[in-house]
């Protein structure tokens, strides 16, 4: 049987790295940018994100939380090159960048794939680590399997980007996006030709894939076959097509965290969340927590993974000088980032420790350290 979905949405995730020299500079260029705004963090509008994180990690991810209304009105006043200089001294800024008005008719060939792009956001790290994240919702969507073959095919568009043609019947609802080649322009606009990432061994022809879906209570109950659940499960939380045959259906312990209708499934590229209206919660509060404070703490660990590999790079390719300043970068970040918890909330402990397992932060950080206990 079709499995059929109530509420859907998956956010792909392009990383990329500005120069901390030109870290200013960027943030200039984004700030200039009329489409693009300051997404300021209020403490009665965001509650749920000043409950999750522990202090210390809340006032460097989310300063503008303790601003008040003068403090707001200051900056708002400032001139926007002294508002990009003081965001660079921030730990981490977020924008919110905004498409046009989405057109209501569908464009192109009616079997292809459409849907929406209700948010776009940007998040930048001091390190100069920064994230491009793009939430898409399938339009008139009700087969898990659309799902599985949207984020199968749409994952790999960077890889497909300078085609004439478009890929695979996919269709972007929205006047900015509304072929690959405008696609192709948005990216550009918003990261640059995004070089020096691949210099620290990262893949950005394959978008890091962030999903939901809430499948009906027809579709997982009480009586639900969870041999056959779990082997599609296992396509989603491997981004594969609904074509695809799972014979044997081995959950990975280490990658999957089970609740009563609810999965979380982890990989090295990544993060879904699979649940089912026969819990209400799933879909009345579960689907927002999961884009919000678990998006942002996903981030988190995912721009540890980062920095470590950038700091790897720096290591295998400087001079002795420049490795002991390396050097120093790496006991701030143990410091700072690494020694220090995320949150005290139940749910969220038990994710960071998926979430770095499946990132191999710790295998990382061990191998750095002992790189550097060679080097120095």
């Known amino acids: 049987m079709e499995l059929k979905t109530k509420y859907q949405y998956t956010y792909f995730i392009y990383p990329y790295l500005i120069e901390k020299k030109d870290y200013a500079n960027y943030l200039y260029s984004l700030l200039k940018n009329k489409k693009c705004n300051l997404k300021i963090f209020e403490r009665k509008k965001d509650l749920d994100i000043d409950y999750y994180f522990l202090p210390e990690i809340k006032n460097k991810l989310f300063w503008s939380l303790y601003l008040t209304q003068d403090g707001i009105k200051s900056y708002e006043k400032m001139d926007t090159r002294m508002k990009a200089n003081i965001l660079s001294k921030q730990y981490c800024s977020f924008f919110e960048y905004h498409l046009q008005e989405d057109i209501p008719a569908k464009i192109g060939e009616e079997n292809g794939i459409f849907f929406d792009i209700p948010k776009i956001e940007i998040i930048c790290f001091s390190t100069g680590i920064c994230f491009l994240l793009?939430?898409?919702?399938?339009?008139?969507?009700?087969?898990?399997?659309?799902?599985?073959?949207?984020?199968?095919?749409?994952?790999?568009?960077?890889?497909?980007?300078?085609?004439?043609?478009?890929?695979?019947?996919?269709?972007?609802?929205?006047?900015?996006?509304?072929?690959?080649?405008?696609?192709?322009?948005?990216?550009?606009?918003?990261?640059?030709?995004?070089?020096?990432?691949?210099?620290?061994?990262?893949?950005?022809?394959?978008?890091?894939?962030?999903?939901?879906?809430?499948?009906?209570?027809?579709?997982?109950?009480?009586?639900?076959?969870?041999?056959?659940?779990?082997?599609?499960?296992e396509k989603y939380r491997n981004i594969l097509p609904a074509f695809e045959h799972i014979d044997d259906i081995t959950l990975e312990q280490e990658l999957v965290y089970k609740e009563k209708y609810a999965y979380y499934g982890f990989s090295s590229n990544s993060t879904v969340l699979m649940t089912s209206a026969s819990n209400?919660?799933?879909?009345?509060?579960?689907?927002?927590?999961?884009?919000?404070?678990?998006?942002?703490?996903?981030?988190?660990?995912?721009?540890?993974?980062?920095?470590l590999k950038k700091l790897n790079s720096q290591i295998s390719k400087s001079k002795k000088i420049k490795i002991r300043k390396a050097y120093k970068e790496f006991l701030s970040f143990t410091k700072k980032d690494w020694a220090y918890e995320i949150t005290d909330d139940a749910k969220g402990i038990i994710l960071e420790k998926y979430n770095k397992k499946a990132q191999n932060l710790y295998e990382f950080f061990k191998n750095l350290k002992d790189k550097y206990e060679l080097s120095i």
């Open 134 to 233: 793009i939430k898409t919702v399938i339009s008139d969507n009700e087969n898990f399997s659309d799902v599985l073959n949207f984020n199968y095919k749409f994952r790999d568009i960077p890889s497909k980007m300078g085609h004439k043609k478009e890929y695979d019947n996919i269709k972007i609802q929205t006047q900015k996006l509304n072929n690959m080649q405008n696609f192709e322009e948005f990216l550009k606009e918003i990261v640059g030709t995004n070089l020096l990432i691949k210099q620290v061994n990262i893949n950005t022809d394959r978008l890091i894939t962030y999903s939901y879906v809430c499948l009906e209570q027809n579709s997982w109950n009480e009586n639900t076959d969870l041999v056959a659940l779990e082997k599609e499960f």
């Open 280 to 307: 209400i919660k799933n879909y009345t509060s579960l689907l927002f927590q999961y884009e919000n404070e678990e998006l942002y703490h996903f981030l988190y660990d995912l721009h540890q993974k980062i920095y």
